[in-house]
């Protein structure tokens, strides 16, 4: 760089400058392209670094998004497992109910234990014993409740015949 207020002066340099003015416009300052650490940080930021961050950024981006794919596969795993879970208690629940079911049907539908509530609250009786009506005295009187052919009763009862083979019968 040329000093101005320098003794050594150069007196030619002068008129070359004038004339190389006068072909183009007079600017206010001289620009000088430098090479130095200062041009450098003048530059910006270089194009290959944005390059770069936005790559990083891609590979951040596709790692968060795998991680939320695979807490969204985890926890609705786990889910299905609590459901799951839940099911088995509900059918082990069914299952124990069901055996309970079937010995109480079991108890309750037990022949001996309905012949002896039917003896002892009923006084019910076996089939085997046979209790014989004589049909005549029935027949007799009845017959005064009937208006002759074995019509109905006053009552709504049927009249009974008498058996045919001698009055007796029997009835289970």
């Known amino acids: 760089m040329r000093y101005q207020g320098s003794v050594a002066y150069d007196m030619g340099a002068e008129p070359r400058r004038r004339e190389r003015v006068s ?13 130095g650490l ?28 795998l991680g939320l794919v695979r ?10 497992l ?44 076996l089939p085997s014993e046979r209790l014989t009506v004589d049909l005549d005295a029935t027949a007799a009187s009845q017959g005064d409740a009937t208006d002759g052919g074995g019509q109905a009763a006053s009552d709504g009862e049927a009249a009974q015949p008498a058996d045919a083979t001698g009055g007796n019968a029997a009835v289970d």
Do not use: K, W
């Open 82 to 125: 609590e459901q799951n879970t839940a099911l088995a208690e509900e059918i082990e629940t069914a299952q124990a109910l069901s055996t309970d079911l079937r010995i109480e049907r079991s108890v309750l539908s037990s022949n001996a234990r309905i012949s002896r509530i039917a003896t002892q609250n009923y006084g019910m009786v």
């Open 23 to 35: 072909q183009e416009p007079r600017r206010s300052f001289e620009v000088v392209p430098g090479g």
């Open 71 to 80: 807490v969204v596969l985890s926890s609705a795993t786990v889910s299905l």
């Open 38 to 65: 200062d041009a450098r940080a003048r530059r910006g930021v270089s194009p290959q670094f944005v390059a770069r961050v936005r790559a990083a950024l891609a590979v951040a981006a596709l790692v968060i998004a």
